[in-house]
């Protein structure tokens, strides 16, 4: 369903009478594409905080970053990384302000704000303040910036194991990625030498419900960055999953998620190689106020969004079809979140993949080896969002910082940053996509 406001806040008459009425002014995101896959022009490296940097590398992993050109000093920066991981008490909050007031109002169109904080500490309550003040310092500027920039705190321990995440936050792939908090841990071991255009090259991946939708720009996304592709969706969708596995020389796998058997059925499909990136993609709407909604549609829901995902995962670790290093991407969304009137069912699915993700990720990478995050997307332009009432699509696309949709590739690249063997240290964690909805925190 075209966004048709956008179209037309794009021509000159349309942006002359938006701004004079007061109405939202997106801009035309800039995203991935071959001819234009990096930001272009400098970044601003700039740092704040009376205690010594810990990250030491921060300087030689941002250089690597290409083509945006490194910087100490610029008028027109296409991004700025502010590291404020030596803020250690509230008077140094001062310093961000410092360090980001003279520049703010230069960030290129489309540029990008990346803070790097240090991890919250519990026991000294100064130190705690003040990083937490970062939080809403960055979700406070996302909604400030407007313009198709973004801005993004990352807790960090070192620049080297965030360098996936910075590479990705410092990219087109992220254009609808902001006003979040990532925490970045410590991977353990020899990093992996990796060609960064194609990091997911020698990987399997497995998407759920790939025959359309977000599913489908996952799976392409993921063979884009050089993944084997295995797309599974219901057997009533297997000419459009044949037409999207032949497209991308992947492996369709008609297969019903909730099968009881379902797990054991991917395992002897992707034998004897086993799977790299599991992505539970497949999810289902059966919208209802609880006082109207039958058993069988809450029961439908819950048993595709979530005891599947559940079931599949356990059985897939514990065959050791997941390979160590792998990684398992989860779909939540904002619903489950924010909560949202009519999806009792929807939301507490996806309330569930989150208490999943979080208390599954310490103990899948200690034993298995695999990094288990979430991506959560607001309202993305799909069938399941064209079937939404049109005021109430309307009100959904304007609801956030870059007073857009999202689009399924959004959503796709977000996963397939999570699934790089370079972003092990990401465990654990729920990123939106949702270009900072104003609903949820
Ligand atoms: P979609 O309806 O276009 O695609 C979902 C796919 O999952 C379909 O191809 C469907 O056949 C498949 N599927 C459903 N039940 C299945 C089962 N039992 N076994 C195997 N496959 C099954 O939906 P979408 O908009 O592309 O959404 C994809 C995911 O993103 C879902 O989990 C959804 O809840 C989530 N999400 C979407 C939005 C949005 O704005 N579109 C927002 C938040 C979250």
New binding site residues.
């Given amino acids: 369903m075209a966004d048709r406001y956008l179209n037309f806040t794009g021509t000159a008459p349309g942006r002359f009478l938006t701004r004079r009425l007061g109405l939202p002014q997106p801009s035309t995101l800039r995203r991935w594409a071959p001819e234009r896959p990096s930001l272009e022009g400098e970044l601003l490296h700039l740092t704040a905080g009376k205690t010594p940097s810990a990250l030491t590398d921060l300087s030689s992993v941002l250089a690597r970053t290409h083509p945006l050109k490194l910087a100490h000093d610029s008028s027109r920066p296409t991004a700025v990384v502010l590291d404020a991981t030596g803020i250690s008490d509230a008077p140094d909050l001062a310093l961000v302000h410092a360090a980001l007031h003279p520049v703010v109002r230069s960030v290129a169109e489309n540029g990008r704000v990346v803070v790097l904080g240090a991890p919250v500490s519990p026991s000294d309550h100064h130190q705690a303040a003040a990083q937490q003040a970062l939080e809403g310092f960055v979700r406070s500027l996302g909604k400030e910036l407007g313009g198709g920039r973004t801005a993004t705190l990352v807790r960090v321990r070192s620049a080297v194991a965030a360098e996936s995440t910075l590479r990705f936050l410092l990219s087109p792939r992220s254009a609808y990625v902001s006003g979040q908090v990532i925490e970045v841990g410590e991977t353990e071991g020899e990093r992996p030498a990796l060609d960064w255009d194609r990091p997911l090259s020698g990987r399997t991946a497995l998407v ?8 489908e720009a996952v799976a392409e996304v993921l063979a884009r960055d050089g993944a084997r592709v295995v797309v ?3 057997p009533s ?1 297997q000419a ?1 999953l044949v037409r999207v596995a032949d497209r991308l020389g992947g492996t369709a796998l008609p ?4 099968a009881d058997d379902a797990g054991e059925r991917m395992a002897s499909a992707l034998a004897p190689g086993g799977l790299d990136i599991l992505v539970h ?5 059966r919208d209802r106020k609880l006082a109207n909604m039958p058993a069988d549609r809450w029961n439908a829901v819950l048993d ?2 979530l005891t ?1 995902v559940l079931r599949t995962t356990d059985a897939l670790l514990k065959s050791g079809t997941l390979n160590r290093g792998g990684s398992v991407v989860a ?5 489950g979140i924010a909560g949202n009137a009519g999806q009792t069912n ?1 939301a507490a699915g ?1 309330a569930g993949i989150i208490g999943l993700v979080r208390a599954l990720a310490p103990g899948a990478l200690a034993e298995y080896g695999v990094n288990v995050n979430a991506v ?5 332009e ?4 064209a079937a939404v009432p049109p005021l109430i699509r309307e009100a959904g696309r304007r609801m956030n910082s870059l007073a857009q949709g999202g689009l ?1 590739v959004d ?1 796709a690249e977000t996963t397939a940053w999570l699934s790089s063997p370079a972003s092990g240290g990401v465990n654990g964690q729920v990123v939106r996509v949702c270009g900072q909805s104003l609903l949820g925190s």
């Fill in positions: 759920t419900g790939a025959a359309r939708g977000i599913g599974l969706d219901v969708a459009d297969l019903d998620i909730t993609n497949a999810g289902i709407t595709v969004n599947s779909t939540a969304s904002i619903a929807y996806k959560a997307p607001g309202f993305i799909t069938k399941m969002t399924p959503v």
